[in-house]
């Protein structure tokens, strides 16, 4: 019996079930195909394409380890598996379950409509914990610990399988210049797994939040979870076996990694989100925030924050960082999301799609609820509205990484570096070689701050919120809630919105 283990987001042959059950059926053939249209998307780019082909041509070397190179396909997945399937007759195939985007989602339909078409068994598999056709938020947390506990699924020992040819892999994307990317590959995640729990971790609780220190400090390995060369189950039980042996430590290694732990379900959490309602994507989370921004957004405005052009140091500072590396530490992500939405005025599906082509570790099930908390669209969690002048004060209080990124600000006194336009010498700088702010940041937070707490008037509005956070909210102890006193209560004892006032873009 051939078995195909079709590869997606699961760039391993560690802790792989897709693979390990293949295996044990007989022979195997590893596939991994690019797809011309799903490059194509507005929510893809050429950096997250370079990470990609890395990890390919990392996986297909562990897998000639084993005894068996990994085929590699240009072309939509059904003419591929029809191709092989007149080739090899295979009638069986493996795969791990994706939450991805709305066209993942439909590609998956359609792939299951050809095996059924054809005869040919499709066994998905749980690589996380995302529950598929869950009924309701009622003791999923539960579940999905239970699944993080589990013993890893062992890899195989050798395969078998026929000898297949792999395609010219031709680049299927606009070139992204991105000369700080992390490069991708399993290799580099274990190195990068190896240095937080021994060495960089150690001030993770303290120092993630700032763009100075977060670089370090932060695991940085959420495009390797993001693209499956590492397990979340693997970075779970790596952190869960250094806090036994830091336990009882007076350090700060205990506190920061309980914070990696937590991040690591958040990370689940959101992503059972999207699993939950797909439409999340491109439909407000609440009703009554549609039409609230323009759809056509001030395509100026949209330019100066895409550009870090906006006049407001520290936000474009940080989009200048974004466009260069690939990341952001999570404080900075939610603040630039948060900037756009409130004080710009801008819809979230329009600057979510250019944060998601600026991740390199976009993941849409964290990212599209997370665009959304941070734009106030789901009636739910508090209306967050960051003060840029504030963040960068206390985020970069001497100023190094502004000046790092904005050199149009070396003449600006250290007083002024976050309000240029308040410096007596203004004019040598602001209009000439650096934009004046494009809002007033204070006169557009209260405007936005207006216009988004007045939706959430009235006995409909409440109605649909309570029904929002029975189906997304997480179960804890409702004295801990912390919604404000005019957002909608939960109806049922145990669940949360507050578990939700979460920063955006789950970093690690």
């Known amino acids: ?57 990392a996986l297909d070397t562990a897998l000639q380890g084993l005894g068996l190179g990994l085929s590699v396909r240009v072309g939509r997945v059904v003419d591929v598996l029809a191709e092989l399937r007149r080739d090899i007759g295979f009638d069986r195939m493996t795969s791990h379950e994706e939450t991805g985007n709305g066209w993942t989602y439909a590609r998956d339909l359609e792939v299951g409509d050809w095996c059924r078409a054809n005869g040919v068994i ?67 995640a274990l190195s990068l797994l190896g240095s937080f729990l021994t060495e960089r971790g150690k001030t993770y609780r303290r120092d993630m939040s700032s763009p100075l220190t977060g670089e370090r400090a932060c695991s940085r390995l959420s495009p390797y979870l993001a693209f499956g060369c590492l397990s979340g189950r693997e970075a779970a039980q790596a952190a869960a076996a250094r806090q036994r042996e830091v336990k009882g430590t007076r350090e700060d290694w205990g506190g920061s990694l309980k914070s990696f732990q937590a991040r690591l379900a958040w990370r689940d959490h959101f992503m059972q989100k999207l699993e939950d309602q ?62 756009a939405s409130y004080h710009l005025w801008l819809d979230w599906r329009v600057t979510g799609l250019h944060l998601a082509r600026q991740f390199t570790d976009f993941e849409p099930g964290i990212h ?95 109605a649909e919120a309570s029904r929002v956070i029975e189906k997304h909210a997480s179960r804890k102890d409702p004295q801990r809630h912390f919604l404000n006193d005019r957002a909608p209560r939960p109806r049922k004892a145990g669940v949360s919105a507050a578990r939700d006032t979460r920063q955006m873009g789950f970093d690690f």
């Not at 078995?3 to 007989?26: E, I, N, P, Q, S």
């Not at 600000?409 to 004046?436: F, I, S």
């Open 278 to 339: 797909p439409s999340l994507e491109h439909q407000c989370l609440h009703s009554a925030y549609e039409g609230l921004r323009p759809l056509d957004p001030d395509a100026a405005r949209l330019a100066a924050w895409e550009k870090g052009e906006t006049g407001l140091p520290f936000v474009d500072s940080c989009m200048r960082y974004l466009n260069a590396t690939g990341w952001l530490n999570f404080r900075m992500r939610s603040m630039v999301m948060a900037v």
């Open 1 to 57: 019996m051939t078995t195909v283990v079709w590869f997606k987001r699961d760039l391993r042959v560690t802790d792989h079930a897709a693979l390990a059950r293949a295996a044990a059926l007989g022979d195997v053939v590893p596939l991994y195909i690019y797809e011309p249209d799903y490059w194509a998307l507005p929510d893809v780019s050429g950096r997250q394409f370079d990470f990609v082909a890395e990890s390919v041509a």
């Open 122 to 188: 499709w066994e998905e598999l749980a690589q996380s914990g995302v529950v598929r056709r869950l009924n309701g938020r009622d003791g999923w947390a539960v579940q999905r610990n239970a699944f993080m506990r589990q013993a890893q699924i062992e890899m195989p020992g050798a395969l078998s399988g026929p000898i297949m040819t792999s395609d010219p892999v031709p680049r299927l994307v606009a070139d992204d210049p991105c000369t700080a990317r992390q490069f991708g590959g399993r290799p580099m």
């Open 368 to 462: 599209w609820p997370q665009v959304q908390m941070q734009s106030g669209t789901t009636g739910m969690n508090t209306v967050r509205i960051y003060n840029p002048v504030k963040q960068g004060r206390d985020q970069d209080p001497d100023g190094v990484f502004t000046r790092a990124w904005l050199p149009e600000l070396a003449a600006v006194p250290d007083e002024y570096l976050q309000e240029p336009w308040r410096w007596a010498g203004a004019g040598q700088v602001l209009g000439r070689v650096y934009p004046a702010p494009i809002v007033d940041v204070t006169a557009a937070a209260r405007a936005a701050r207006d216009k988004v707490w007045a939706v959430r008037k009235g006995g409909a509005f409440r």
